[in-house]
């Protein structure tokens, strides 16, 4: 559940940063993508994060749960502005697609 987690997380800051001109102009190179795909990839991006809080929540419990998202967060959130960004941030849309698909199958398995 854990990796499921950080998955989540990772698409979760992906998105948040897709509703920002700036990151859509760095990711993409197109001109402002409009508000109604920003509030789409906002609202995303914020429905990932309470998700992978649930997950947490629900496999650790109330107790460690919110402390190990906050840990995935922290993660996540380093690999793509550290990471990604700098060096590939073409690597990112795609990541952001794949990676919650391999978290799952992790987590089922």
């Not at 854990?2 to 993409?28: G, I, P, R, V, Y």
């Not at 959130?77 to 700098?86: R, S, V, W």
Request: charged share 10%.
């Amino acid at each position: 559940m854990m990796l499921l987690a950080l998955t989540l997380n990772f698409s979760a800051f992906a998105a948040l940063s897709l509703a920002m001109e700036k990151h859509q102009l760095d990711l993409h190179g197109k001109a402002h993508p409009g508000p109604a795909r920003m509030r789409l990839c906002r609202g995303s991006g914020w429905a990932l994060l309470v998700t992978a809080f649930a997950a947490c929540v629900v496999d650790h419990g109330w107790a460690a749960g919110p402390v190990l998202w906050l840990g995935a967060m922290t993660v996540s959130g380093l690999l793509i502005a550290f990471g990604l960004y700098p060096w590939r941030p073409r690597w990112i849309a795609p990541l952001a697609w794949a990676l919650p698909v391999v978290g799952l199958a992790a987590a089922v398995l």
